[in-house]
Antibody, heavy 125, light 106 residues
């Protein structure tokens, strides 16, 4: 069974940093594109960042960011630990959201078939 | 950026009714559209992918159709447990985008 467990959420001051982790199990982690999607209270989900897996043939780095986080957030993965990360810096109030770790089906970048339960990040002084 | 516009914003129907939810894209996305269901306090759940394919474990009363810019999620014979928010999402172009949602009350 596919399982995604986020950790690292919490309260952070504006301008601060936070790192989210997502522990994955039940599938070939290295093969799948992994994504962070966030959802602010009462809003629709918003795609944040994706990191392609080995099943995707790509001429570029396979790393993608929403304009709203580009230059502030960094996505990475450790395939030996089956773990996805999101390093967030220069956090702002509008980054407050539940952050979901999401798996894309193999050989796709955006077919989101499994989601974690989410980690709440609150940016406030 | 591809903008997805969902209509109606909200819908109130009775058990056994048929629900028709719409999602329109600002440019063609082929068939690369998914539908998600989200209940309070839960993560979104994949219902339909690539416009018309039901995800694993999704009841037959959920069906999707469309291509290009216009897509429809149909829920036949509504059950009270279908009360939820429904979102569409495109995966053809970066940035990946979601619609603003349709609230369905049964």
């Amino acid at each position: 069974e596919v399982y995604l467990l986020e950790s690292g959420g919490g309260l952070v001051q504006p301008g601060g940093s936070q790192r989210l982790s997502c522990a994955a199990s039940g599938f070939t982690f290295s093969a799948c594109t992994m994504t962070w999607v966030r959802q602010a209270p009462g809003k629709a989900p918003e795609w944040v960042s994706s990191l392609s897996g080995s099943s995707i043939i790509s001429r570029d780095s396979g790393t993608f960011y929403a304009d709203s986080v580009k230059g502030r957030f960094t996505i990475s993965r450790d395939n030996s630990r089956n773990t996805l990360y999101l390093q967030m810096t220069s956090l702002r109030a509008d980054d407050t959201a539940v952050y979901y770790c999401v798996r894309a089906r193999e050989r796709t970048n955006g077919l989101f078939d499994y989601w974690g339960q989410g980690a709440l990040v609150t940016v406030s002084s | 950026e591809i903008v997805l516009t969902q209509s109606p914003a909200s819908l109130s129907l009775s058990p056994g009714d048929r629900a028709t939810l719409s999602c329109r894209a600002t440019q063609s996305i082929g068939i690369y559209l998914a539908w998600f269901q989200q209940k309070p306090g839960q993560a979104p759940r994949l219902l339909i992918y690539d416009a018309s394919n039901r995800a694993t474990g999704i009841p037959l009363r959920f069906s999707g159709s469309g291509s290009g810019t216009d897509f429809t999620l149909t829920i036949s014979s509504l059950d009270p447990e279908d009360s939820a928010l429904y979102y569409c999402q495109q995966r053809l172009h970066w940035p990946l985008t979601f619609g603003q949602g349709t609230r369905l009350d049964i």
